[in-house]
């Protein structure tokens, strides 16, 4: 059998490698191919090794993308056919108008705002109109045919095969899907931070009444700290986040670059990453993780390079407030001349129930908008009313910037495709290369508000809102306030690639979420405009421990993948090492062992005391105190203010180590310490409970702890139980490390990856990859990455199946 399956293989192989023995006689074959698709229809082989990772063999970017789309579906079928529900504004006529909308594609609460929002996106046409443009503004060929052969990959796969996911099985709204959805889904995941934060608003805002238009004004600009407040529960969303790190060869033990890539995103529905190695060959041969029904890579490694993102400061949407003609709340002025707001008038198809039909209200910058967070109003008056500019509700350049790092031979290259495509909206990129370079780039697509237009264009919230959160909010009623065109920016209104902070060729180059400044703690990057983030500010305890981590590493030297594995699964905690021992002490010195709840009642604390001195002061799956601690820090952060928490403040000039020294007679220190006892108790956990006893995930029946901890700790591993004290504390792990990739180069052609997607490949509990990488993240393992062929052929579990439609 195993003698059968190679010779399958091997056909396979010589099938697609015939007529593309060279690179650059493959590149002129693959553009024939494209021009001249095969007329019995599209067709791939997929290899399957360990773990369920697919690796496409194909003959052009269509049998490509028609791979992918079938193996999707094979593992995430209805997480797929749930979005595509979502992208046609269809929730409301199958779950229901007042359900949860999930938000995997949106910010949306309900189905019903997230049907308005995305039908009106489906019957403006955006989508259309975007791949009618002439690449780099729309896509490239190559993206195309990916985008359609996926389309048909999945309708193969849905037509050919029987749903077995009690998700969706049987269900009628698992439909086939068009080009156009998967194109959909690309632009949704661009705007996602941008109008997708914005969804509830955007499809609720109405004109006042004619009887209140006229005697309205504009509501007082909110204070700083409400600003910075309505910034956190947009673009601090923790939803999403991210490490990674790059290191130069000079730190390695052979000269060659190295990455360590470690996103944290949701570990069910769609924004869930997928493993692969796409290969065309002599063309393209790349692995690693992609988006959910995106047919590109998003992050992964190829024989020269290495990359991923990580959730970068930057604001990528702005606000234009506008100036009402009196006699119409409906039409606004530009220079003194009226412009009418566009009507989008959207109807959407109700379970149970009549269709609803409502009006949005569209403005040359964007929509009409009328809050900026719970706390922020931004009243539609009869004077003034505020629109949406979000660049990435039209940008269909994400796929093509993906493709150009798949082919890149250096960390040039990848920059080198973020400056032709500009299409990544809301991360940085790290990259590191087998020559030794490394790279952080900024390199994200904002709109083009600099310094000086804010100085000169911001409304009176806006200068407010500007310096304290890089929300830039324009007087829409000025043409010299426009946005204006940078040069080299491949659409008008964005900044252009010059103003990218970026670093390149640092012994390391480290980000967490933090702003580009403390990329590298000895090469700080400065001057750039204030939209990508600050400056000199305070950083987060997860960026703080990761350079204090990596820079060591740097210093060390003779660095291997197997540093990078250790970095991933060292679970210290920065906070801990910051912190416990001051807490333990001041623990001990409570008169009579007791502290005052914020109930009132008065709690014996004295057990935690020890606990906390002998705590390792690590998130590792037996470790004792790291509840206690983890219960405690979230306590302690809300019942002090942030800027009495440490005795040290921040400086500027010593970024990485303050604040510090833990002012443990802040007043709100022992009630801290007092509810955290309390809750633990209450939720029948003892203090000194490893702390895989209580964080875990349950699969097949198997309860798999699960190491790491919460980014507010500074955990490098971020992991994000949600507690429910009703329950008996943490619930099953929703969110945290994802795709993780440790990468370097050896003398071989081969890269030397390890890999380990920790939820497991499918979302179908009926899978034999729902939880195989699972155990394997629970054991702190990692999968070793087949990427040559010698390796794909010689893996024990290699399955081999070739996939076409049918006719």
């Known amino acids: 059998m195993r003698g059968r399956l190679r010779r399958l293989v091997l056909g396979a192989t010589a099938l697609f490698t015939a007529a593309s023995a060279l690179p650059a006689a493959a590149a002129t074959t693959g553009q024939r191919a494209e021009q001249h698709p095969s007329r019995d229809g599209m067709s791939a082989v997929i290899r399957y ?4 990772i697919p690796h496409i063999l194909a003959k052009n970017y269509a049998d490509l993308g028609f791979g992918t789309g079938w193996a999707q579906a094979a593992d995430e079928v209805c997480t797929l056919a749930d979005g595509f529900v979502t992208l046609r504004g269809e929730r409301s006529r199958y779950f229901g108008a007042d359900a949860p909308a999930g938000g995997d594609l949106s910010a949306a609460r309900t189905n019903l705002a997230s049907d ?24 490239s060929r190559e993206v195309r045919n990916m985008m359609r052969g996926w389309a048909a990959g999945y309708n193969a796969w849905l037509k050919q095969k029987k749903v077995t996911d009690p998700a969706c099985a049987g269900a009628s709204w698992v439909r086939p899907v068009t080009e156009l959805d998967v194109a959909a889904r690309g632009l949704a995941i661009a705007s996602i931070s941008g109008e997708g934060r914005f969804v509830e608003t955007i499809t609720a805002a109405q004109p006042p009444s004619a009887g209140t238009a006229a005697g309205t004004r504009s509501a007082r600009a909110p204070g700083a700290k409400a600003v910075a407040q309505a910034a956190d529960e947009l673009w601090g969303d923790p939803g999403m986040g991210s490490n990674a790190v790059a290191f130069r060869g000079d730190t390695t033990a052979n000269g060659r670059g190295l990455l360590l890539g470690n996103p944290h995103y949701p570990w069910d529905g769609g924004r869930r990453f997928w493993q692969s190695q796409q290969t065309i060959p002599g063309e393209l041969n790349v692995s690693g993780g992609s988006l959910l029904g995106t047919p590109a890579i998003s992050i992964g490694f190829n024989a020269h390079v290495a990359w991923s993102h990580t959730v970068s400061t930057g604001v990528p949407a702005n606000l234009h407030q506008l100036t009402l003609d009196p006699a119409d709340p409906t039409t606004y002025l530009v220079d003194g001349r009226p412009e009418r707001m566009r009507k989008r008038t959207v109807t959407v198809a109700v379970k149970d129930g009549a269709p609803v039909t409502r009006t949005q209200w569209w403005t040359r910058y964007g929509p009409v908008v009328t809050s900026l967070s719970s706390q922020v109003p931004l009243p539609w008056t009869g004077r003034t009313a505020y629109a949406l500019n979000d660049p990435n509700a039209a940008n269909l350049r994400f796929a093509d910037t993906s493709l150009g790092f798949s082919k890149a031979r250096s960390t040039s290259d990848v920059l080198a495709s973020l400056d032709r495509h500009q299409g990544i909206p809301w991360v940085n990129t790290i990259a590191a290369d087998r020559a030794g370079h490394s790279l952080f780039t900024q390199s994200q697509v904002l709109p083009r508000i600099t310094d000086e237009l804010a100085g000169r264009c911001s409304t009176e919230l806006g200068r407010t809102t500007y310096p304290a959160s890089g929300i830039a909010i324009l007087d829409g009623s000025r043409g010299d306030c426009a946005l204006g065109s940078d040069p080299g920016a491949v659409v008008p209104g964005i900044l252009g690639p010059a103003r990218m902070p970026t670093l390149k060729d640092a012994p390391y180059a480290e980000n967490s979420n933090g702003t580009a400044w403390m990329t590298n703690a000895d090469r700080p990057l400065t001057g750039y405009e204030r939209v990508f983030g600050t400056v000199g500010t305070q950083l987060g305890l997860r960026t703080r421990g990761a350079i204090e981590d990596v820079a060591a590493m740097a210093d060390r030297g003779g660095l291997t993948v197997r540093d990078l594995q250790r970095q991933q699964f060292a679970n210290r905690v920065p906070a801990g090492d910051l912190a416990a021992g001051d807490v333990a002490r001041a623990c001990a010195a409570l008169p009579g062992g007791t502290a005052t709840g914020s109930d009132g009642k008065a709690v014996d604390v004295s057990g935690a005391c020890g606990v906390l001195k002998a705590w390792d002061r690590t998130m590792d799956t037996g470790s004792r105190g790291a509840l206690l601690f983890d219960r405690f820090w979230r306590r302690l952060e809300q019942a002090v203010p942030a800027d009495r928490l440490w005795k040290v403040p921040f400086s500027a000039a010593d970024p990485v180590r303050t604040p510090n020294t833990l002012d443990t007679e802040a007043p709100g220190f022992p009630t801290a310490l007092a509810d955290a006892v309390a809750e633990l108790r209450g939720a029948g956990m003892a203090l000194d409970a490893p702390l895989g006893a209580h964080q875990f995930v349950v699969r097949e029946g198997q309860r798999l702890p699960v190491p790491g901890g ?33 990468v370097g180069w050896d003398g071989s052609r081969c890269p030397v990856a390890r890999t380990l997607l920790a939820y497991s490949q499918s979302s179908n509990p009926k899978s034999p990859h729902f939880a195989d990488q699972t155990r394997l993240l629970s054991e702190e393992k990692w999968v070793t990455s087949r990427f040559c062929e010698k390796d794909i052929l010689s893996s024990p579990k290699l399955k081999v199946v070739r996939v076409h439609e049918s006719r």
Do not use: C, M
């Open 49 to 52: 090794t360990e773990y369920g």
């Open 116 to 139: 308005l929002y995305f039908r009106g996106v489906r019957e403006s046409r955006t989508v259309e109109k975007l791949l009618a443009e002439r690449a780099p503004v729309g896509p």
């Open 710 to 742: 919460a980014g507010r700790l500074g955990v490098w591993n971020v992991i994000e139980p949600t507690w429910d004290a009703a329950a008996g504390g943490y619930t099953e792990v929703p969110f945290g490390s994802s795709h993780l990739q440790a």
